[in-house]
């Protein structure tokens, strides 16, 4: 590490398990983020800041002015710009270290494929149930763990699916992929902006730990957000033996 780097992450190599280890474990990093919006903005903000090194960002959007109440990484000036685009002037800023490379658009199975094999990580920022589905399905294969939200009003939820681990539930375990359900949208429905950067800071917190392998994720364990009256709430998450995407299956 040269000075500037030793100042930049210092508060980060003075803790305890982390040390200069854990700032070039998080330097040689590599993690997709679907999503660009309120979950993605808070949580690309801090995986920034950490030196995360290099991160692949997917959305098929625009900003639009109504996204700047709580999608924290866009502004004013950017309207009508891929929030990607957008994104990346704000890492340039905040971490010109960090590589951040944009995919505006949705991705296909084949170059869901391609990337999976580039990255350590997926934090899933959408509001799409098919996006959820076809993200678990492809984290699954190749065994890459998965930091999963959402956020509606005043409530959120944030999880874990590590699928190193044969035991870890998969999204699908909890939502059949034939229901084809469409999550609640905040665009109809509203969502509080410290809502969502309240469970996008969870998954940025979640995404570093599993990268420096501290502590205990969130695997098999639900976090849920009442942001009405401030308190979480957690629940147990269960494999489910009959699950169409990770039951009696192996790699």
């Given amino acids: 590490m040269n000075d500037e780097q030793l100042l930049r992450y210092a508060r980060h190599i003075m803790l305890d ?19 660009a919006g309120g979950l993605g903005a808070p949580a690309l903000m801090y995986l920034v ?7 692949h960002l997917v959305d098929d959007d625009t900003v639009e002015l109504s996204n700047l109440q709580r999608q924290i ?9 891929p929030k990607v685009a957008s994104a990346k002037l704000m890492a340039q800023a905040l971490n010109p270290e960090v590589k951040l490379i944009p995919h505006h658009g949705r991705l296909n199975d084949e170059q869901l494929d391609a990337l999976m094999q580039q990255v350590d990580l997926v934090l899933e920022c959408t509001d799409n ?18 930091v999963s939200a959402a956020a ?9 699916f590590d699928f190193r681990d ?22 109809t429905l509203g969502v509080l902006s410290t809502v969502v950067g309240s469970i996008g800071m969870m998954q940025a917190h979640e995404a570093l730990k599993l990268l420096l392998g501290i502590g205990q994720s969130l695997q098999g ?20 033996p009959q699950c169409r995407v990770c039951a009696n299956t192996s790699q």
């Fill in 17 to 35: 398990g982390f040390g200069f280890e854990g700032q070039e474990r998080l330097t040689n990093s590599r993690i997709l983020m679907v999503g």
């Fill in 49 to 55: 800041a950490a030196g995360v090194g290099t991160i």
């Fill in 73 to 81: 990484v866009h502004t004013n000036e950017r309207i009508a710009m």
């Fill in 129 to 146: 149930f098919a996006t959820r589905q076809q993200l678990n399905r492809m984290c699954f294969k190749h065994r890459v763990p998965m």
């Fill in 152 to 160: 509606i009003r005043f409530d959120g939820q944030v999880t874990v």
């Fill in 166 to 187: 044969e035991k870890s539930p998969c999204y699908a375990c909890q939502y059949d992929p034939s229901e084809n359900l469409q999550p609640d949208n905040c665009a």
């Fill in 221 to 240: 364990r639900l976090l849920m957000f009442d942001g009405r009256n401030t308190r979480w709430h957690e629940f147990k998450l269960s494999k489910n």
